[in-house]
DNA sequence: ATATATTTTTAGCCTTACCTAAATATTTAT
DNA sequence: ATAAATATTTAGGTAAGGCTAAAAATATAT
């Protein structure tokens, strides 16, 4: 049975993974744990010799299968309870984060797969992000950035590639959500900026946030 | 913020308060905790820094106000998150315990109130016990045990003594819930076993069983 | 190729929450 | 009232998961 610190470090290095899939660095590890990178190796020492991660001195870290099963089961638990706070207790997807990282460490198979079932074996997660099924797999889609769209190409958004509260806020905001139509109707030269329709309304929209867009890509 | 050690500690002194007003013993809590009693006392000594009980050296303990008010929110999400398991998640009444004890931990206000609401304010959990409301008062029923009950007496199943998964799965067989009518047809002075009416059922009941059913004393 | 900067590891400490064994206080029995 | 039994506390230790500061390895720049 693993400690919450440990399961989080394994989901740690799975998202880092992700972004490089050479592994991740200790400082990396550090950084997005919010620790130090001493905490990192003595933990990853540790991880190592549980085989749940591949680990040479200086030279990062991988996950192992047995740790990649792991990591994915957690995020799979973290997405549903998001699900389940979206969507039964109506919480706004900006206030699920924190407390979806306590429910994920909950212990009991038999509570993931009926809470699953509970909430219709849902696909993705209030932030459009996919929720592994319970072998492991995620579906993944074509998706291109919106900063990468062409003009007058009509796509659908399907998730966010930095979900910060702040950025969470600023889509409700100005009234963006998971699953509406979208289409480049401009692009600034200067700055790269974007005009776009959303559903009905036309707004302006700076390369910084059209970044963090994901559309379909057909 | 108090550690799962910390609220754990409350929550038993609580339980051993209701047994025994005077407060709770050193021992006693080890054993409610299945630690040891040198473990019980490091603890006591801190929980006492807090002011979260009073503490006399070789006297026990009793909950400060605080403590209190902290045990019975602890007990109100317990039963909160047992209703969930049961009413949503379609658990059996003697699976909920263990994931309840990790639930209630879980820390946020918003999630307490936003759960109570979504289950419709219920006020007693799966097991008959009753739910502290968001002030952290508790209604208190007038409940007499099944074994004092007088023959011919009729009343209602309200709650249960003992909540062990043995006696919960003993009710299941033999078809006794929470809410039923039950009547007592007679008492065998040999060993107090007694022969009950329990909906339409007639059976015949252990003293030990028959000590362990609350009913409506009206 | 060498010097400098950055990253990572090691060494040594701290806190929490446990433990065992020994000492001390309290309770119970004679 | 004293002795024996029981309950509680103290002393000293362990493992997990952090930390800082110093040492060592690797990466980068000249
Ligand atoms: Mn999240
Ligand atoms: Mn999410
Ligand atoms: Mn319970
Ligand atoms: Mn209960």
Known sequence: MLSTSEENYLKSI????????????????????????????????????KELVVYKKYQGVQLSKKGKKIAVYLVRKHRLWE?????????????????AEQLEHVKSDDLVDKLDKFLGFPTVDPHGDPI?????????????????LEVNQE???????????????????????????ITVLAKEPFDNSLT???GKKKMLISQKAAHNLYLLEK
Chains 1, 2 share one sequence.
């Open 83 to 99: 699900c389940f706070l979206v969507d039964k207790l109506d919480f706004t997807w900006d206030e699920v984060h924190d407390i």
């Open 155 to 181: 796509s659908i958004l399907l998730g966010l590639k930095d979900s910060s509260d702040e950025f969470l806020r600023y889509l409700d905001k100005n009234e963006i959500s998971i699953g509406q139509k």
């Open 14 to 49: 799975y998202h880092l993974e992700l972004l490089n899939s050479k592994g991740a660095s200790t400082n990396a590890i550090a950084k997005k744990m919010n620790t130090k990178a001493s905490s990192v190796t003595d933990m990853v020492k540790k991880l190592s010799e």
């Open 132 to 148: 592994p099924d319970k072998n492991g797999n995620i579906t993944k889609r074509k998706r291109i950035q919106l900063s990468n």
């Open 196 to 198: 776009i329709k959303v």
